[in-house]
């Protein structure tokens, strides 16, 4: 149904259940918004949109961003209070952040240069556009509005490490100031970082969909690990030539449910064979393992734990924090994982198995395996789709490539894993393994790296038509 209303004297007539600002927008009318994204909830913060309603002879203020559009309102976008007010607004804002381009920019179109009001050096304005996606969008809700009053901020509860966090950009993609790319406890990686941990971490060619590398190799051990084992044999032969002393790795502790654990010796490493297809927090791990007073820590992660360990390693002064600091990185290739409450009740649906009973699981070429007693279920991995973790359909990274080494299987023989060599001290730990060496069907991991770019583009394209809008 139509609704016929005025804004700035124009008759306009837009369907019901529609806003204000969207009634404006179609009718060519600019109202200026702060805290507004067409994809996500309106939040009604920064009042930017405030605009001047007339219903039944009498007016108020509202703003366009949340107020419903109604039979006979009419509207003045540009009154002289409206005005008045989004000068009030900008000056506030400008100065709290009187850094931030995009602040200074409105406040000189409302004629504002230099607020009258004492400068704090914010830069956060509190519009909620970062909580907004990761929770609405992504999924993910790694952050929130966090404090009262004057206290209000934007972070992860208690300030702590995100464990949840795939570092996706999303919130970087929608903040309208520099605010959450300074902050810590996220891993927001834009393409920005990501070419700068390129330089500064790694060696090799750049290619456009297995990122910086020097060589791509297939290879097989004697550890009966997911796929060739090289995972397990890269770390037992990095710990036994002292390249490092101990290694966050992730362990089944319970049925099929996982943990990352500091593991210090071989049996440790050996303990976390084979991959558990589940989300396991680990930057919490990480850190205490630094406090605890560890300095020489290999890694093993999907891409989006990778991207966490390098923001640290790029934003903080860990040097300072922990004199004599050396990460190594290993990185899984991933298309996605999921949840473990979710995997497990699916699976029992599905075959009446047991998952924490399973002797292992498999997702290769699109099917989804579980062994157990000897015996193999087997399903397309799509029939899965409804438990895969919140996130993954944002994440763009199939073969983490922010690792020193990468590790995964598509591309190689059954029994083989595929290794990308990403940095010096990925190849020297290469080296220093014992392996059988095969060649890799590089079409075959480029094809899924396009494939997982895709999915994530096409998510992404929500939010970047709702900033161009
Ligand atoms: C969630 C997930 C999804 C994956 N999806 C793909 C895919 O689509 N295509 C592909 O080619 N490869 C994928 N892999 C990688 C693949 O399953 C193997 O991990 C890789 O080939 C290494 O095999 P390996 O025999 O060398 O490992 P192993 O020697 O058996 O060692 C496995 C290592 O993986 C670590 N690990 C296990 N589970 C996790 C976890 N949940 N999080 C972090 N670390 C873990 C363990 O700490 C262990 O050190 C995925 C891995 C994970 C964890
Ligand atoms: S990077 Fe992604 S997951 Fe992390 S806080 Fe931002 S939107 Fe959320
Ligand atoms: S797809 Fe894999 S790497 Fe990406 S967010 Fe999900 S678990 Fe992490
Ligand atoms: S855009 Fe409407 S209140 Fe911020």
């Given amino acids: 149904m139509a609704v016929k209303l005025e804004i700035d004297g124009k008759e306009a007539e837009v369907e019901k259940g529609k806003t204000i600002l969207e009634a404006a927008k179609e009718a060519g009318i600019d109202i200026p918004t702060l805290c507004y994204h067409p994809a ?3 939040f009604g913060a920064c009042r930017l949109c405030s605009v001047e309603i007339e219903k039944r002879g009498r007016k108020k203020v509202v703003t366009a961003c949340n107020y419903p559009v109604e039979e006979g309102l ?30 200074q920019s409105l406040a000189s179109e409302y004629g504002i240069v230099k607020p009258r009001f004492k400068l704090e050096d914010e830069r956060c304005i509190l519009c909620g556009l970062c909580t907004r996606v990761c929770e609405e969008l992504v999924g993910v809700s ?7 009053g004057v206290e209000r901020a934007i972070g992860t509860p208690y300030l702590e490490l ?5 570092g996706c950009g999303s919130c970087a993609l929608v903040c309208p100031t520099e605010a959450i790319k300074r902050e810590k406890n996220i891993y927001p990686t834009t393409a920005e970082d990501i070419r700068e941990i390129e330089d500064g971490y790694l060696e090799g060619g ?34 036994e030539n002292n390249f490092f002393d101990a290694a966050l790795v992730v362990r089944r502790e319970e049925g099929y449910k996982a943990e990352a654990v500091v593991v210090e010796d071989v049996e440790g490493i050996r303990s976390a064979r084979g991959t558990k297809y ?56 991933c298309f996605e994982s999921f949840d473990y409450e979710g995997l497990k009740e699916e699976t029992k649906r599905k075959f009446g198995i047991d998952l924490d009973k399973a002797d292992k699981t498999q997702i290769t070429a ?10 193999d279920y087997t399903c397309d991995v799509r029939e899965f789709e409804n438990v895969v973790r919140e996130g993954c359909p944002y994440c763009d990274d199939f073969v983490s490539r922010l690792a020193d080494i990468s590790i995964g299987s598509v591309g190689s023989s059954d029994g083989y894993s595929t290794v990308i060599v990403r940095s010096k001290i990925g190849k020297r730990l290469l080296d220093t393994t014992e392996f059988i060496k095969a060649e890799v069907d590089k079409k075959e991991v480029v094809k899924l790296v396009r494939f997982k770019n895709k999915r994530a583009d096409r998510n992404f394209a929500r939010i970047l038509e709702g900033l161009e809008a």
């Fill in 162 to 166: 995100s464990d949840d966090c795939i």
């Fill in 206 to 239: 750049r290619d456009e969909e297995l990122g910086v590398y020097s060589d791509l190799i297939a290879g097989k051990t004697s550890v009966d690990g997911q796929d060739g084992g090289m995972v397990t044999s890269l770390l037992i032969s990095g710990m």
């Fill in 40 to 42: 996500l909830e309106p």
């Fill in 366 to 375: 699109g099917k989804y395996i579980v062994t157990v007693g000897g015996e």
């Fill in 142 to 148: 790694a952050i929130n509005i966090i404090n009262r």
């Fill in 74 to 103: 009419v509207v003045n976008t540009k009154s002289n209070g409206i005005i008045a007010i989004r000068k009030m607004l900008l000056e506030l804002l400008l100065a709290r952040c009187p850094e931030e381009g995009k602040i």
């Fill in 278 to 333: 589940l989300h396991v927090p680990m930057m919490s791990k990480l850190m205490d393992a630094l406090k605890e007073g560890r300095r020489r820590i290999a890694v093993v992660g999907t891409a989006c734990e990778v991207r966490a360990v390098r923001k640290i390693q790029q934003q903080w002064d860990l040097e300072r924090d922990f004199p004599g600091v050396e990460i190594i990185i290993l990185g899984l290739f």
